[in-house]
C-alpha cells in the first residue's frame, strides 16, 4: 500500500488528523488540504490515486472541486458529507465522485471504503480530451481550439498553455513550469517568459495587458480560468485565422 498516495481535503482539522493518522497505519501516504486552494496544490503536486474530499469547504463547494477533479487525471474520490438525503448523493455522484460516505460515520466502515475503491483501481488512462468552456485541447491529435477558431501552436506552445490550464487557475513558477512543460532539464527559468511572450501574441487582444495568461508577481504564470466561463466575445480577444483539420496534418504529425 506504500505505493498508493490518498489526498483528504477536510475542512475540520481534527476529523482530518484522525482520518490521515488511521490511513498511515495502514502504509499509505497521505497528504492533507484545508481548504480547495490548498487541495489543487496539493493535487497537481502529488498526484493522488484516490482524493477523500469534504463536499462543503470553508473557501467553495467541495462539489464544485469534485467536477474540477473529475476533468483531470480522473483520481477515485470518495466524498464526504453532513448531508444525507438523496438529492444531495446524487448531485455528488454525478459530479464524479466514486462513492459518497455521510457524517457521521465509523473508523472501519470509512477504512473498508477506501480499501474497496484501492482495489477497484485500474491502471490509469490519460484523457485524451480536455473541455474548459471556451478553450478545448485535444491531447491525442495536439489541437487547441478557442472560443471556436482553432489555433495554430508550436510543440512548446502547447505543452505550456495545457499545463497552465490544467492547472485551473493555480499560480505556477518559472521552475514548475520548465519541469511539468518541458521535455529536457532546462536551467534557464527565463525561457518560460520568451515562450509566454509568444503564447500571448495568439491568444490575447494585446500582450501588454494580457486577461488569459496573467503574471503573478513573485510568483510566476497563472491561466485565468474564470474568463473561460464568461461569454468572451471576438472583439475582447485575438484568435489565429481558423485552421482545418485537414490543412494540419502535416504540422501535427511533427508535433507528437
Known sequence: MGSVCIEIVEGNPHLRSLLAW???QLDYRVYQAASIYQAREVFLSHQPT???????????DGIEFCRWLHRQQQ???LMLSARSNEADIVSGLKAGADDYLSKPFGMQE???RVEALIRRKRTPVAPAY?????LQI???QRRVRFQG???DLTPQEFSLLYVLAQAGGVPLSRSELLRRAWPDA????RTIDTHVLSLRKKVELDPRQPSLIQTIRNVGYRFNIEILNTNISQSQTKLAPKERFSNQSSTLSGQR
Open 22 to 24: 488511521h490511513l498511515q
Open 50 to 60: 484516490l482524493v477523500i474530499l469534504d463536499a462543503d469547504l470553508p473557501d467553495g
Open 75 to 77: 483520481p477515485l474520490i
Open 110 to 112: 470509512f477504512l473498508a
Open 130 to 134: 480536455l473541455d474548459y468552456g471556451a
Open 138 to 140: 485535444d491531447l491525442v
Open 149 to 151: 477558431e482553432f489555433i
Open 186 to 189: 532546462i536551467d534557464n527559468p
